[in-house]
Every structure is written in structure tokens, then in C-alpha cells.
T-cell receptor, first 118, second 112 residues
Framework: GAVVSQHPSRVICKSGTSVKIECRSL??????MFWYRQFPKQSLMLMAT?????????EQGVEKDKFLINHASLTLSTLTVTSAHPEDSSFYIC??????????????FGPGTRLTVL | AQSVTQLGSHVSVSEGALVLLRCNYS??????LFWYVQYPNQGLQLLLK??????LVKGINGFEAEFKKSETSFHLTKPSAHMSDAAEYFC??????????FGGGTRVLVKP
């Protein structure tokens, strides 16, 4: 149980185009999902917290108009990188928290999406 | 604010030797602490977590960690390294709103 998937696993796009990344909780409901960015050989940096049915909360320094997040259902959150540029190339990882679990509980991580912008 | 420091970005151990990964945290509230493992081009897998209760926590794959409040530490250990333990390891501290703050990561190399 507690499986999170991401699609696509890898994407290459041209500069100026937009790319959508999906994050799905396959066997549980997730009221909250998180989006992270990871540069090569570096740690994960939280970009935003995605809440089902409401606007995402972005971390300081993250452009919300560039990284559009939609959490339309309890099992799906999407991250759209708009007008992508080479500096947006990175490994994007999502995680999801089980809505039915009480207290502080673990986040389940997706396998990540490698974005390369040419 | 919370922060995590992992001492040593790279650790090299021989197969069968002790694995020790160091993690120190800073938190203004009682922390929730986690260790994750990441294999190349993959997401994170939870090794173990400390929330409350027993300070010695056992996880998967033979790993364990001990929460020491007085030292603000949560070091990860494994008595005998296996080749499959070669990976990146991240220590993380939980915050309000269930946010996680990650340490810089420690890459483990296992020598045969």
C-alpha cells in the first residue's frame, strides 16, 4: 500500500514550452501533496504544498506563476512548469500524505520526474 | 525554523563494516525525525522515523537510529554494510503543517 506515482518519469522539452507533471496517490486519499525540486547531487527543496480543493502554498522564492499547481481531487495533483527554460531543468519529486492517518505521519514519495529543457 | 545538518556528504565503508551516518537537527518544538534512502533517479523511501516514545528506532534493511534530545542528534547506523546499501541517505525533521526539512544528504559507497 501507500504508493505514489508520477508521470512522466522523464521529459525533454524546448525552451518556452510548458510541461505538466502528474502526481497520483494510487491506494489512498491525499488531502495534502508536496512538490520538491532536487538539483544534481543536492538535497530536496520544498517548492509548494498542494491542498485538495484550495490554492497551493508556495515556499519563499518559488514563482507561483511559473510553477502552477492544481490539486483537483484527493488522488491527483499536477505541477505545470510554464514557459520552461534550461534553468528549470531538474528532478521534481512529489509526496503525498494519507488523509485518513492521524497525527504526524509520513509522506509517501513518488519516483520523481526528470525534466530537461533544451 | 527548523534545520538539519548531515555531517559528511560522502561516506565510504567496506562491505560488512559498520555504517554510521550523522544527523543533527534544530527545532523549536519537539521534533519528528526521519531517515530516507534514495537510489539513483528514484524517489525517497522511508527507512525509519521517530515521533514519540522509544528513542531507539528500528527500521527496514537492518538500519536503526537513536534520538538523543540532549545532543539534538538522530544518527543512523547499520552493523554490517551490504553492497545494496550504496545510495543517498537523507535525514529530515518534521514541522508544523507536516512540512519536511531535509539535510544535505550523505552518499554511501560500499567497497567490496
Amino acid at each position: 500500500g501507500a504508493v505514489v506515482s508520477q508521470h512522466p518519469s522523464r521529459v525533454i522539452c524546448k525552451s518556452g514550452t510548458s510541461v505538466k507533471i502528474e502526481c497520483r496517490s494510487l491506494d489512498f486519499q491525499a488531502t495534502t501533496m508536496f512538490w520538491y525540486r532536487q538539483f544534481p547531487k543536492q538535497s530536496l527543496m520544498l517548492m509548494a504544498t498542494s491542498n485538495e480543493g484550495s490554492k497551493a502554498t508556495y515556499e519563499q522564492g518559488v514563482e507561483k506563476d511559473k510553477f502552477l499547481i492544481n490539486h483537483a481531487s484527493l488522488t491527483l495533483s499536477t505541477l505545470t512548469v510554464t514557459s520552461a527554460h534550461p534553468e528549470d531543468s531538474s528532478f521534481y519529486i512529489c509526496s503525498a500524505r494519507d488523509a485518513l492517518a492521524g497525527g504526524y505521519n509520513e509522506q509517501f514519495f513518488g519516483p520523481g520526474t526528470r525534466l530537461t529543457v533544451l | 525554523a527548523q534545520s538539519v545538518t548531515q555531517l559528511g556528504s560522502h561516506v565510504s565503508v567496506s562491505e560488512g563494516a559498520l555504517v554510521l551516518l550523522r544527523c543533527n537537527y534544530s527545532s523549536s518544538v519537539p521534533p519528528y525525525l526521519f531517515w530516507y534512502v534514495q537510489y539513483p533517479n528514484q524517489g525517497l523511501q522511508l527507512l525509519l522515523k521517530y515521533t514519540t516514545g522509544a528513542t531507539l528506532v528500528k527500521g527496514i534493511n537492518g538500519f536503526e537510529a537513536e534520538f538523543k534530545k540532549s545532543e539534538t542528534s538522530f544518527h543512523l547506523t547499520k552493523p554490517s554494510a551490504h553492497m545494496s546499501d550504496a545510495a543517498e541517505y537523507f535525514c529530515a525533521v518534521g514541522a508544523l503543517g507536516n512540512k519536511l526539512t531535509f539535510g544535505g544528504g550523505t552518499r554511501v559507497l560500499v567497497k567490496p
